[in-house]
């Protein structure tokens, strides 16, 4: 498991101290490091933020494209959890 930058542990301070620290690795996604905040289960948050980590600067992304890069690297990810 990859070690979360505090660059992104920064970006993300306040989903931090609402929801707790859950910040997942997902992947290069054009040159940057890509990472997801996890939001717990129970929670209803509406779009999900992505940090892009790329030449010690991170873009956070939001809406559609974070959606779009998330997809590119979890499978499943338009099929509910639900049986």
Aim: glycine share 8%; aromatic share 14%.
């Amino acid at each position: 498991m990859k070690k979360i930058p505090q660059i992104v542990k920064d970006a993300a301070r306040d989903l931090i101290k609402m929801y707790g620290d859950a910040i997942d690795y997902l992947g290069k996604y054009e040159g940057a490091d890509a990472y997801m905040y996890h939001f717990p289960d129970d929670s209803s948050t509406g779009y999900p933020f992505v940090y892009l980590v790329k030449d010690g600067k991170v873009d956070i992304v939001t809406e559609s494209p974070a959606l779009y890069i998330i997809g590119l690297f979890v499978e499943n990810v338009d099929e509910p959890d639900v049986e």
